[in-house]
């Protein structure tokens, strides 16, 4: 589902919620759709930490 097509993803998302559905939870929508477009860029561009490193600062705690 996810394009280079922000408009186009937002409307098809906003139309897969429910009619009855409030501002507040068509805006949390948009927004957690936006991050999770942010992080698979940044993993396609190699923006991240390791696995191994998380799993070490993880085992750190």
């Known amino acids: ?13 906003i139309q897969r919620l429910p009619d009855n559905v ?4 068509i805006v949390y929508r948009l927004y957690v759709l936006n991050k999770i477009r942010q992080g698979l ?8 930490i390791p696995s191994e490193e998380i799993r070490r600062e ?3 705690w």
């Open 41 to 48: 860029k940044d993993v396609e561009e190699s923006r991240g």
């Open 22 to 25: 409030d501002f507040d939870e």
């Open 58 to 60: 993880i085992e750190q």
């Open 1 to 13: 589902m996810l394009t280079d097509n922000a408009k186009q993803e937002a409307m098809e998302a």
